[in-house]
């Protein structure tokens, strides 16, 4: 339903947050723990099935920090939809996401993070405050790693300037309308697709400023 709503408008085509080095060693050796218990209570009822994979196998990081090392300039992002890399191991000065909790920004050494995003912009700083670029994602996960690195996986994602302003405001008058009608009426099913394309067409207008 998002994705629909999403594609739907396309055109015919923060606060830095720095752990120590102490600390990012410290969250290196808890990832690599954690994988190892999972794994060890898997086991037992693992059969005849494969070791299971983790995001990190297919991830490229960068290496382990030295103690008393210095924070590398930049971020290391990775940005992905489905069907495609939008950016890989890109070097950027900062990430602004929009989180389901509130918007956050992530620069090298942010603490390590899981964060489930909401419809919103994602803005990419190659050059603070300069080289920005601006993606709509419909929503998905950010991955913040202990090594200055951020992955985001978005359902759908969009350059901000190919949206077009009059499908968003076309769309969020038919979905506005459709969750007016349905109030009350019991279908469940109706009422959350109505209830994600109010959602999605919001944020795409606030976004666009309409």
């Not at 808890?30 to 898997?42: I, M, R, T």
């Not at 912009?121 to 670029?133: A, F, G, N, R, Y």
């Not at 913040?144 to 978005?154: P, Q």
């Amino acid at each position: 339903m998002i994705r629909q709503a999403v594609r739907g408008v396309f055109r015919a085509a923060g606060v830095r947050s720095v752990s120590t080095s102490a600390v990012l060693r410290q969250e290196l050796s808890a990832s690599e723990a954690s994988k190892q218990e999972f794994l060890a209570k898997f086991a037992p009822f693992q059969g005849t099935l494969a070791d299971p994979e983790f995001p990190t196998n297919f991830i490229k990081t960068a290496p382990k920090p030295e103690a008393g090392a210095a924070l590398p300039d930049k971020l290391t992002f990775n940005f992905y939809v489905p069907s495609k890399a939008i950016s890989r191991a890109s070097a950027v000065d900062l990430v602004l996401l929009p989180a389901t909790t509130g918007d956050f920004g992530v620069m090298p050494g942010h603490v390590p993070t899981v964060a489930q995003l909401r419809p919103g912009v994602v803005s990419v700083h190659t050059t603070l405050d300069k080289e920005v670029t601006k993606y709509f994602v419909a929503g998905g996960f950010a991955f913040v790693h202990a090594d200055s690195s951020a992955d985001v996986c978005a359902v759908e994602a969009v350059e901000l300037g190919e949206v077009d302003p009059d499908a968003v405001r076309a769309g969020l008058a038919e979905y506005t309308g459709k969750l007016a009608s349905l109030q009350g009426k019991g279908d469940d099913y109706e009422l959350a697709a109505a209830q994600a394309g109010v959602e999605v067409y919001s944020a795409l207008s606030s976004a666009l400023g309409l």
